[in-house]
């Protein structure tokens, strides 16, 4: 070879990887970039179209806090028909150790919106949707928003007796656990709904599978029933690190879970583990609070429950229930409920 084929080959080279480089840069990922440094969170970052089918490894999660990878990941596998997935990777945003910026929040959300009417449970969003429009700074993200398809608002079952509101109609019935026959006589009315108290199970549980759960669920009701008194299961709804809500109690009956009078008109929802800080304690997963979180806003629109009626068990009772782990979320999910606040402080009317 003589020396300008060299030369040439060599130059050659340079400007491929010269081109290479300042391709990555455009890329919306984690290339090219110095260590450390963080892609910027953007409407064209998330949204870049789809390059091809070796964009992103779908199967590995980005490391770090960082949203606008996460959010990216999230939009890639909504594209790929993959909306649950999508789901999953928007709740890191929403529920990393960080609370995201009300940016990342808003791309977040709309995502998450999207994926539910993709999977056909539009209504499952429509909270991320109207959250998503009033956090939004991007006015093209704003346009998404609006060009999505209208949501119908639910129809309203606030009456004690009717059968539960379609709203909670993704939770799994009770045939789906098996549990023993209801004790009748023991049971009250729930009369109307007007507050939501949030538990743990106290009970370490690493298992998402489906058994794991129904197995927790049939000895809850055993303790409630045999050394309570119950005639039932306390709670109305629990829910499994996957993120599963199952049906408890039947909502047309007076839960046994925040002793008492406190029952009154009270929907109680027991998240299964134990988050309580600690070495025997854990940390709600991702799924667990994704789906705590919609149950909670499906809830209080449905019976309009006010945000300062969200409680959890140690507002009403001196307990550790549920857990300093759960317990932020549980305030911040009050907090971030659309509905007004009360002039009654929080605290001042769980106190008494
Ligand atoms: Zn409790």
Not at 33 to 38: A, D, H, N, P, T
Not at 101 to 127: C, K, L, T
Not at 165 to 190: F, G, Q, V, Y
Not at 306 to 316: G, I, P, T
Request: proline share 7%; hydrophobic share 40%; aromatic share 6%.
């Amino acid at each position: 070879m003589s020396m300008s084929v060299l030369r040439r080959n060599a130059l050659c080279f340079a400007f491929c990887l010269l081109a290479f480089f300042s391709a990555c840069s455009t890329m919306p990922r984690n290339t090219g970039r110095k260590l450390g440094e963080s892609p910027v969170l953007s409407f064209e970052y998330v949204f870049a179209p789809l390059r091809d089918d070796a964009e992103l490894d779908l199967d590995t999660t980005p490391r770090g806090n960082e949203p606008a990878p996460h959010l990216r990941r999230a939009w890639v596998l909504l594209q790929r028909k993959r909306p649950q997935e999508a789901i999953d990777a928007s709740a890191l945003v929403l529920y990393g150790s960080e609370a995201p910026s009300p940016s990342a929040e808003a791309f977040a959300r709309y995502i998450r919106a999207e994926a539910f009417n993709a999977m056909g449970q539009p209504q499952d969003g429509a909270y991320d949707r109207t959250r998503a429009r009033e956090l939004s700074l991007d006015e093209r993200l704003r346009h998404r928003i609006d060009d999505m398809t209208p949501v119908a608002r639910p129809k309203l079952a606030a009456n004690a007796g009717s059968p539960a509101p379609a709203r909670m109609s993704d939770a799994r019935p009770r045939t789906e656990w098996n549990p023993s026959a209801t004790i009748r006589s023991r049971l009250d009315p729930m009369g109307d709904i007007y507050r939501i108290t949030v538990h743990h199970s106290a009970i370490l549980l690493r298992s998402q599978t489906p058994a794991a759960a129904a197995s927790q669920l049939r000895s809850i009701q055993k303790t409630h029933m045999q050394t309570e008194g119950c005639g039932d299961i306390g709670y109305h709804f629990l829910i499994d690190p996957a993120g599963r809500v199952w049906q408890g109690r039947e909502l047309r009956f007076q839960g046994a879970h925040a002793r008492g009078d406190n029952n009154v008109g009270n929907i109680g929802i027991c998240v299964l583990g134990n988050f309580i800080r600690g070495r025997e304690g854990q940390r709600p997963t991702a799924e667990e609070l994704a789906a705590l979180e919609r149950l909670i806003a499906s809830l209080s629109a449905e019976f309009d429950v006010k945000r300062d009626q969200v409680f959890c068990h140690s507002d009403l009772v001196n307990t550790q229930c549920p857990g300093a782990y759960l317990k932020n979320e549980v305030d911040r999910i009050a907090r971030e409920l659309p509905s007004p606040r009360s002039a009654v402080n929080r605290r001042g009317a769980a106190a008494e």
